[in-house]
T-cell receptor
């Protein structure tokens, strides 16, 4: 089955620790995205990548870092510099060649920083 | 910067009543997409509208894209409990990015 996987589903970390969230897709999509969602809020773009070895900052990139070494993988690191890291993190991918550039989302990771 | 405003933030309806959510963009959009997020879940793509004045239907859901390609609406007729969730609009720009509305949460009154 094609899709996007994110792991883990729930993650707990102590304040001051860096944590890396995994995102893998087997849809052969070029573009991948990371969003943050706070309770009762919409989606805010953290980083996006349209091609391997290249990525761009979104609206709220401060305190986060990403890498795109493989087409299938786009891990997100939440660093200790992120002031309020507790949130629901969603990874998505899309094709840049389709006229329908809808985004496909993974199940998300709920990060809680204690 | 570009913004997409979505209203209302919440809508409480009795089962069987209609529901509507509206989106307005500060700029002309190349397309508009609609997503549904069930409680505890992730957004799922519903539809994309591309043409000025376009109207599309999916069973009880009707989607419209304004003539100026700056506004859109989603109307659900005779809501059911399975419709519960948050509905997001997202405007497409020329760089394959989506500008997300804040979402409208549909709540069915018991």
């Amino acid at each position: 089955d094609g899709g996007i996987t994110q792991s883990p589903k729930y993650l707990f970390r102590k304040e001051g620790q860096n944590v890396t969230l995994s995102c893998e897709q087997n849809l052969n999509h070029d573009a991948m995205y990371w969003y943050r969602q706070d309770p009762g809020q919409g989606l805010r773009l953290i980083y996006y990548s349209q091609i391997v070895n290249d990525f761009q900052k979104g609206d709220i990139a401060e305190g986060y870092s990403v890498s795109r070494e493989k087409k299938e993988s786009f891990p997100l690191t939440v660093t200790s510099a992120q002031k309020n890291p507790t949130a629901f993190y969603l990874c998505a991918s899309s094709s840049v060649y389709s006229s329908y550039n809808e985004q496909f989302f993974g199940p998300g990771t709920r990060l809680t920083v204690l | 910067g570009q913004q997409v405003m979505q209203i209302p933030q919440y809508q409480h309806v009795q089962e069987g009543e209609d529901f509507t959510t509206y989106c307005n963009s500060s700029t002309t959009l190349s397309n508009i997409q609609w997503y549904k997020q069930r409680p505890g879940g992730h957004p799922v793509f519903l539809i994309q509208l591309v043409k000025s004045g376009e109207v599309k239907k999916q069973k009880r859901l009707t989607f419209q894209f304004g003539e100026a390609k700056k506004n859109s609406s989603l109307h659900i007729t005779a809501t059911q409990t399975t419709d519960v969730g948050t509905y997001f609009c997202a405007g497409g720009d020329s760089n394959y990015q989506l500008i997300w509305g804040a979402g409208t949460k549909l709540i069915i009154k018991p």
